[in-house]
């Protein structure tokens, strides 16, 4: 069932006279107990998005439904949904305890029943012992908790998160995560989380949305966005580094590309979706290619140390640069002279035209 | 070690130079309070010539005060005058101060918030008119309410509220900028209406500046003379303090000697309900002024 439905929003807003407009026509249709994260650059209507679906922000255009009714009139308050903004939004003159009592004590609940309920919110989320202090005094993890926290215990099937991770440190980030998904799978809620990091986005979705320029360019389940994207512009932002994008054209069984002096195989399983001479643009991921083995020949330009791994970018001629994946363990230099291959298979084609991806005709 | 008993050295002068300017500011700030004090326990009628002999009290008395707390002079009112008045001035000063709050903050939230047109300007606007001086108001103000009919107390209430709000709201609006919208946003989710979110959580986080509001509101009608002369000073059943103390003291008319020491001791009685009032509100006033320091 369609738990949260967006048709068609459209949202224009002025910021000090500039006129922005963040969401263009965008539609997304969210099932009852997905953890869907939305991913896309900063400043793109995330959080306007989110706003819209809270009731935050009333849309120009367009419809929101929640749990199959139209709830575009409804106040905040009415959509019965919580939220964890980024700044967590926990009133500093109250103390912890005050602070996740307080959706209960607005719906006017009975004392026992506050207490019981923030005692088991609290238990879940490991702050029972710092209920008493006030946010002034607590770390960035534990007032990340108690932002969540606040946010359950309402007991809301729609939960939606401002990027709630980004005021933490890596080491605590990681382990937020986890129990994110944890807490998820645990309760069941439908969350949409709005995030611009790839890592999070990757690790935590059930299903991934891409926002880009005001509609989502891709929905679907994260390694399936990851490894077919649906377009060039999502190929090219999704994934750290991203993929490889290249203009080609189609010549006896070979993709040759247009700058540089790339030739690769074409797989067979595009045999029947482009013609002898048709121009493609086609895709791969960095760690789809395996160097020391092929008759694909570059330079090294350059070298980025991530640490697990080495991200080395490989000029192949005209300055085409593609980015290789190199274990950490491989001594490189620039001006290293490389010869690799791509993985057959790995190939993803899209339409030069319209960026859209090519189907494969048979798999 | 000569280097170090000079530094020394330097350190006791540019502590001395410290304190001596500072016990010169206390003395100017304290003697004129000491002097009012001294002068409201003396019999004495006038104005004391001030030379160092004279600060030493040599006769204490309650004269004066006894006649302000339990001395009838109006026949038509029948209780102890002053008191009376006080407590006019009392009620007509919070009256005052908290309709004070409500427009600036209303007003605050609305310059500060709000998406509406030429908000800068009327901002702008704002800040200036609090450079007039309210006295100056108090003649088209008599007019004004005389047609109204409203040279009462609630006309007083009325004509004084703007006297602060006016300021209070440019300082609302500078208070409400700094609290993050986040809040409300998160309350309005949380399930408060609007209206709602700006009763219980911004009037909370702005706290500092409704006290100081307050406060600014109960001090501009407590103190007031001119305007009260100007409403109800023709009717002594309703005067306030301020007025009460001017005609007892025999400032109201200058035909009469004045009596400072009945003045003085007036000072001191109305200073009372204002120093509980900054004591209460010494916490938030601290935080307010340290919260507009913060404020380009």
New interface residues.
């Given amino acids: 069932m369609e738990y949260i439905k967006l048709e068609d929003i459209w949202k224009t807003y002025?910021t000090k006279g500039v006129t922005v407009t963040p969401l263009r026509g965008l539609s997304m249709s969210v099932d009852k107990g997905e953890l869907v994260v939305v991913l896309g650059p900063s400043g793109e209507g995330k959080t306007t998005l989110l706003?819209v679906i809270?009731?935050?922000l009333r849309q120009d255009k367009g419809h929101v439904y929640l749990r199959g009714e139209l709830v575009d009139d409804l106040?905040?308050?009415e959509r019965n949904?919580?939220?964890v903004?980024?700044?967590y939004?926990i009133?500093?003159?109250m103390s912890v305890y005050d602070n996740i009592a307080?959706?209960l004590k607005?719906?006017h609940r009975p004392k026992q029943e506050i207490d019981a309920q923030v005692k088991k919110v609290a238990e879940m989320l490991r702050i029972g012992d710092i209920l008493s202090k006030k946010p002034s005094e607590l770390s960035g993890g534990q007032r990340q908790r108690v932002a969540i926290a606040?946010a359950l215990v309402?007991g809301a099937d729609v939960l939606l998160m401002d990027e709630p991770m980004a005021n933490l440190d890596a080491i605590v980030r990681v382990y937020a995560r986890e129990e994110l998904k944890q807490l998820h799978k645990e309760l069941g809620t439908t969350i949409v989380y709005v995030t611009h990091d790839q890592v999070e986005a990757l690790s935590l979705a059930t299903k991934l949305a891409v926002l880009h320029d005001g509609v989502i360019q891709d929905f679907g389940d994260p390694m399936e966005v990851y490894r077919r994207p649906r377009n060039t512009w999502v190929a090219s932002f999704v994934g750290n580094p991203p993929m490889n994008v290249l203009e080609g054209t189609v010549r006896e069984g070979y993709i040759v590309s247009k700058k540089g002096e790339l030739k690769l195989p074409l797989p067979s399983s595009y045999r029947g979706s482009v013609r002898e001479g048709q121009d493609v643009t086609f895709g791969f991921r960095p760690e789809d290619a395996v160097v020391g083995e092929g008759d694909l020949r570059g330079v090294v330009s350059m070298i980025e140390r991530v640490g697990a791994y080495t991200v080395v970018h490989v000029d192949v001629g005209d300055g085409t640069l593609l980015r290789i994946l190199y274990p950490s363990t491989t001594q490189v230099n620039r001006g290293d002279k490389v010869s690799f291959t791509v993985r057959p298979g790995s190939l993803v084609l899209f339409d030069p035209a319209t960026g859209k991806r090519v189907e494969a005709a048979s798999s | 070690m000569k280097g170090r008993s000079r530094r020394l050295a330097y350190k006791a002068l540019r502590l001395g130079i410290s304190y001596l300017v500072l016990i010169v500011m206390a003395i100017w700030a304290i003697i004129p309070i000491y002097y009012v004090i001294m002068l409201s326990f003396s019999h004495v009628t006038k104005l004391l010539a001030v030379s160092i002999k004279d600060l030493v009290p040599t006769q204490v008395t309650l004269q004066a005060y006894r006649e302000l707390l339990f001395g009838r002079f109006i026949p038509s009112i029948k209780a102890p005058d002053f008191p009376l008045w006080v407590a006019h001035s009392i009620v007509l000063a919070a009256a005052t101060s908290l309709l004070s709050i409500a427009l600036a903050m209303l007003a605050g939230y609305g310059l500060s918030r709000l998406d509406m047109p030429a908000k800068k300007t009327l901002a702008t606007f704002t800040y200036i008119i609090t450079f007039l001086p309210v006295t100056a108001t108090t003649v088209p103000l008599y007019l004004l309410f005389a047609q109204l009919r409203l040279l009462n107390y609630y006309g007083l209430v009325l004509a004084y509220t703007p006297g602060t709000a006016v300021f209070a709201a440019f300082l609302a609006k500078l208070a409400i900028d700094s609290i993050p919208p986040d809040y409300e946003d998160a309350a309005m989710v949380d399930g408060l209406s609007r209206f709602g979110v700006f009763i219980r959580i911004v009037f909370r986080m702005a706290m500092p500046i409704v006290a100081l509001t307050a406060l600014l509101g109960f001090l501009g009608a407590y103190m007031d003379y001119a305007t009260a002369y100007a409403f109800i000073g023709a009717n002594s059943n309703q005067w306030t303090a301020m007025l009460g103390l001017y005609y007892l003291a025999g400032l109201y008319n200058y035909a009469s000697a004045p009596n400072y020491n009945i003045f003085a001791a007036g000072a001191v009685l109305m200073g009372i309900p204002l120093m509980a009032l900054f004591l209460v509100s010494q916490r938030m006033m601290t935080r307010a002024y340290s919260s507009l320091a913060g404020i380009k």
């Fill in positions: 002025k706003r809270a009731g935050l106040p905040p308050r949904v919580a939220m903004f980024q700044s939004a009133y500093p003159f307080f959706p607005l719906m606040k309402k």
